[in-house]
């Protein structure tokens, strides 16, 4: 998609984005450490893949699926991990009366029928690579709620990871503070005030084909072969 009339467009397209978000990033402390760097979505691959290149670090994919409102199908109410943890949007819950027995019943499903079938998808079934002790940095291409992004910080703590910091493009300044309280920092070249959609930052933006995700992730497991 090309987008030529919005004042408020930071990236040309995902490599312009990936260079100012290295940028910002502690190369030498993440050269210097045993680090992994994970993509916490299929679009966070892209920037998950081009920061493990700069620092020499494994990669990896953590997977996970929304949890969606039963009256609003567009609404993500929750999201659950490949890890089985659950993180819930406690205000929209209770502003919606939707029952937690629902969440969790909701989580199980999709825990079963889609969280693992895309961990056979993007990793024939293997465990997410070891953490224990390592510097992490979690990697997705933009922050809007921070559901996605919570869930993962919270699969990467129970993986007992040493220092956890958080790099995307852009995220939405409000969920900036939260995040920051809960790792060890979050890497950003840009914090919108009134987030809108990642289309909306980009002249050129489009979906990340789901043959060049494969492509990032099987190059990555062949070199952990």
């Known amino acids: ?60 994919i953590l997977l996970t699926e929304p949890i969606l409102a039963p009256n609003n199908h567009e609404l993500a109410i929750a999201m659950v991990s490949e890890t089985e943890d659950l993180v819930m949007h406690k205000a929209l819950i209770d502003a919606f009366g939707i029952s937690e027995d629902y969440v969790y019943a909701e ?52 993986e007992d990871a040493k220092n956890i910091y958080i790099a995307t493009p852009i995220l939405d300044k409000g969920v900036y503070q939260n995040l920051l309280s809960v790792c060890d920092g979050v890497f950003c070249p840009y914090k919108i005030q009134d987030y809108i959609s990642i289309e909306y930052y980009y002249r050129e933006f489009g979906a990340l084909a789901y043959e060049d995700v494969m492509q990032i992730v099987e190059r990555q497991n062949i070199k952990k072969i």
């Open 107 to 158: 989580a199980e499903r999709k825990y079963e029928e889609e969280v693992l079938s895309y961990v056979y998808k993007y990793r024939k079934g293997k465990e997410l690579a070891s953490l224990s002790g390592k510097y992490v940095v979690l990697a997705d291409e933009c922050i809007e709620t921070g559901l996605t992004m919570m869930v993962a910080l919270k699969s990467v703590i129970g």
């Open 1 to 60: 998609m090309l987008n030529s009339s919005n004042p408020d467009i930071y990236f040309e397209n995902r490599k312009d984005a990936a260079d100012k978000l290295l940028e910002t990033l502690p190369l030498e402390l993440l050269c210097s450490n045993e680090t992994v760097v994970i993509g916490v979505s299929e679009g966070g691959v892209y920037f998950a893949d081009q920061i493990a290149k700069a620092t020499g670090a494994q990669m990896d």
